[in-house]
């Protein structure tokens, strides 16, 4: 055996009983730094859905921090918890994210681009030739947008 490789191996056993034990869940749930709530609270301004498991995947901490930011964010009024969450795993519902549960804006949508196409398909573009208003008619049935300069 080296001589450096034993000192080194002699130190760290004489150094780990001084030191402070890292698995300890109030310490590690009450240190997690402000940069990483920040990346919290955007995660769950983005998203409807926030779980303390989905948190710690996706910036890379540890369960009991996840839970602890989770705990500040639903203090602060940011996310409200589900009903029915138990077992110890926190889930929260964004307050800021509201889904579209019933598809009404899809609809809404769908119904304002219907529109759309039916005014731009039924304006008259002050085109006097009858080859070129078949024309631009067909470019509109494909579905090509026509510039305004088409028309002048």
């Given at each position: 055996?080296?001589?450096?490789?034993?000192?080194?191996?002699?130190?760290?056993?004489?150094?780990?009983?001084?030191?402070?034990?890292?698995?300890?869940?109030?310490?590690?749930?009450?240190?997690?730094?402000?940069?990483?709530?920040?990346?919290?609270?955007?995660?769950?301004?983005?998203?409807?859905?926030?779980?303390?498991?989905?948190?710690?995947?996706?910036?890379?901490?540890?369960?009991?921090?996840?839970?602890?930011?989770?705990?500040?964010?639903?203090?602060?009024?940011?996310?409200?918890?589900?009903?029915?969450?138990?077992?110890?795993?926190?889930?929260?519902?964004?307050?800021?994210?509201?889904?579209?549960?019933?598809?009404l804006e899809r609809t809404a949508r769908q119904?304002?681009?219907?529109?759309?196409?039916?005014?731009?398909?039924?304006?008259?573009?002050?085109?006097?030739?009858?080859?070129?208003?078949?024309?631009?008619q067909i470019c509109r049935d494909y579905g090509?947008?026509?510039?305004?300069?088409?028309f002048a």
């Open positions: 055996m080296k001589r450096r490789g034993f000192l080194t191996m002699l130190g760290a056993a004489v150094a780990a009983p001084v030191m402070p034990s890292l698995g300890s869940a109030a310490t590690t749930a009450a240190s997690y730094n402000r940069y990483t709530y920040g990346l919290a609270v955007f995660h769950a301004r983005t998203r409807a859905h926030v779980s303390a498991r989905g948190l710690s995947h996706c910036l890379k901490v540890t369960l009991p921090q996840a839970e602890a930011m989770i705990a500040e964010m639903s203090a602060k009024g940011m996310v409200r918890p589900v009903l029915g969450a138990a077992g110890g795993h926190v889930r929260a519902v964004s307050n800021i994210l509201k889904p579209d549960m019933w598809g119904a304002r681009s219907r529109a759309r196409r039916a005014r731009i398909e039924t304006q008259d573009h002050g085109v006097a030739d009858p080859m070129m208003a078949h024309l631009h090509m947008a026509l510039s305004p300069r088409c």
